[in-house]
């Protein structure tokens, strides 16, 4: 073999070589990503918040979140899952906290809301958030299946941000039927297991008295809410959204709720942890 038999040869092996890489790169990420937030779970305590800006200001409003404050919760032992902008609600933003416990509700908040970090940002943002009273508090329906926790977004590797569309679903449940209705709800939920589309949770209402009166959660319950992730508005438009429309029909039937469910179709902020990953969505 001479010089440049050995060099083609060479050559050969090597693209060969990385190829078989790139092939096994995906589940070896998702492995990678799984491992990375393992010690991000079990927030069994979770705040549905949402947040009305003033006109025009969701945009900054969604700056000033993504920038200041998700690592904030973590560093305090709480979790951002996700943020988002409500479509067809210019004004909308709505987002996803969690607590490992409700005793833990009130420490996190009293560390951040009196802490220095909030007190610097506190005026910009409260001078563009005329409502944040809109909160719903919740628990996993069932607790050792906790709200997915996606890693946080890569800033080299997702140059685009966070993508995917986030939807959530939310049903005003007759009070007295919420095992009744989630029953109910585990043949409908089935409906979701296609390609594209990825349950991250779901959710029911944790009513308890607020230990954290500062902040408002709302007494209008009880709710059962799903949580989900599609990749892509095609997906959306073909496979997701005629499966959750024949749901809630079905849903509607039942006789459990006490009023109309609400879809809220949503788009991740930049660096929002709900999104949707190509090379794999960790487990729950």
Not at 22 to 51: D, M
Not at 228 to 245: F, R, S
Not at 246 to 274: C, F, H, K, N, Y
Request: aromatic fraction near 10%; proline fraction near 7%.
């Amino acid at each position: 073999m001479n010089r440049f038999e050995r060099l083609l040869a060479g050559t050969l092996a090597s693209v060969i070589t990385c190829a078989a890489a790139a092939q096994t790169a995906p589940a070896g990420n998702a492995a990678a990503q799984a491992e990375s937030v393992k010690h991000l779970s079990s927030f069994q305590t979770i705040e549905l918040r949402r947040y009305t800006t003033s006109d025009g200001a969701r945009a900054r409003f969604a700056k000033y979140f993504d920038t200041y404050f998700p690592e904030a919760f973590e560093q305090l032992g709480a979790m951002v899952f996700g943020q988002f902008l409500e479509r067809g609600n210019p004004n909308h933003f709505t987002w996803l906290r969690g607590y490992k416990d409700l005793s833990a509700r009130p420490v996190v908040c009293a560390e951040f809301y009196y802490g220095p970090l909030w007190k610097e940002h506190r005026s910009k943002v409260n001078a563009i958030l005329p409502d944040s009273d809109n909160v719903i508090l919740l628990q996993p329906l069932h607790p050792e299946h906790g709200l997915l926790v996606l890693p946080a977004v890569d800033p080299v590797e997702e140059t685009k941000g966070a993508q995917g569309v986030a939807v959530m679903q939310i049903f005003p449940v007759k009070k007295g039927s919420e095992e009744a209705f989630a029953k109910q709800t585990e043949a409908a939920f089935a409906r979701y297991r296609i390609d594209g589309v990825r349950e991250a949770g779901v959710l029911i209402s944790l009513d308890v008295p607020n230990n954290f009166p500062q902040l408002p959660i709302r007494t209008d319950g009880p709710w059962l809410v799903w949580v989900g992730v599609v990749k892509d508005n095609a997906t959306l438009d073909a496979k997701a959204a005629p499966a959750m429309k024949a749901a809630e029909q079905a849903l509607a039937a039942t006789g459990l709720l006490r009023g109309e469910i609400e879809r809220v179709v949503m788009d991740p902020t930049p660096r929002s942890r709900l999104r949707w990953l190509e090379s794999g969505n960790p487990s729950p």
